[in-house]
């Protein structure tokens, strides 16, 4: 069993809609969790990022980390063309000199006009 | 500013032969990092470099992967004797700091392909 399991979809959309991609982990020393981005031939970027439980908003992107359920979510409301990418989970520990990143398979998004 | 460039862009090369694939981070950050991504696989991590700091070397999959930092910036990653499971995207990523959930910015990439 991987440590990050990601849906690899793809997930597709129509213009305008609610979409809502998640990750499941299975080791609790698991602190620090990001959502990269990851347009075709380019390098991840950074979406959001949050510390331990709890949510975070960013204009129209919403990250929830559910510690308990050892599941996290990244919603995406009134979805746009220009969001059809790749959404990669990744995830550390919080102990000192913890610096490794595990990457979920990343999920393909595709959002229809 | 600039961000991370990597090069080559592509390379495509013959089984058996060595590759060197080089990283140049933002001016300025310490912390740089190798991934290998592979179709329907996460980011593999490969080599951790941090400061003066010795490397974390664990991800690499074998003796043939070796890595450097010159002088604080510029990596070269190189890959001997290749093989055809090695074709993959090779990612580099540079930081400000070690640890803390801090960004990480991302080259382009470099596609390996290994005939």
């Known amino acids: 069993q991987k440590e990050v399991e990601q849906d690899p979809g793809p997930l597709s959309v129509p213009e305008g809609a609610i979409v809502s991609l998640n990750c499941t982990y299975s080791?609790?020393?698991?602190?620090?969790f990001m959502w990269y981005r990851q347009y075709s031939r380019k390098g991840p970027e950074l979406l959001m990022y949050?510390?331990?439980?709890g949510n975070k908003e960013d204009g129209r992107f919403t990250a929830q980390v559910d510690k308990s359920s050892k599941y996290i979510s990244l919603f995406i409301r009134d979805s746009q063309p220009s969001d059809s990418a790749t959404y990669l989970c990744?995830?550390?520990?919080?102990?000192?000199?913890?610096?490794?990143?595990?990457f979920g398979t990343g999920t393909r998004l595709k959002v229809l006009a | 500013g600039a961000g991370v460039s990597q090069s080559p862009s592509n390379k495509v090369t013959e089984k058996g032969k060595d590759v060197e694939l080089r990283c140049d981070p933002i001016?300025?950050?310490?912390?740089l990092y190798w991934y290998r991504q592979s179709l329907g696989q996460g980011l593999e991590f490969l080599i951790y470099?941090?400061?003066?700091?010795?490397?974390?070397k664990s991800g690499l999959p074998s003796d043939r992967f070796s890595a450097e930092r010159t002088g604080g910036s510029v990596s070269t990653l190189t890959i001997q004797r290749t093989q055809q499971e090695d074709s993959a995207v090779y990612l580099c990523?540079?930081?400000?700091?070690?640890?803390?959930?801090?960004?990480?910015?991302f080259g382009p990439g470099t596609r390996l392909l290994v005939l």
């Open positions: 470099f941090q400061g003066n700091s010795a490397p974390d």
């Open positions: 990523a540079s930081s400000s700091k070690a640890g803390g959930g801090e960004t990480q910015y």
């Open positions: 949050t510390y331990s439980s």
């Open positions: 990744a995830m550390r520990g919080a102990t000192s000199g913890t610096y490794k990143y595990i």
């Open positions: 080791n609790s020393a698991f602190q620090y």
């Open positions: 001016s300025g950050h310490t912390a």
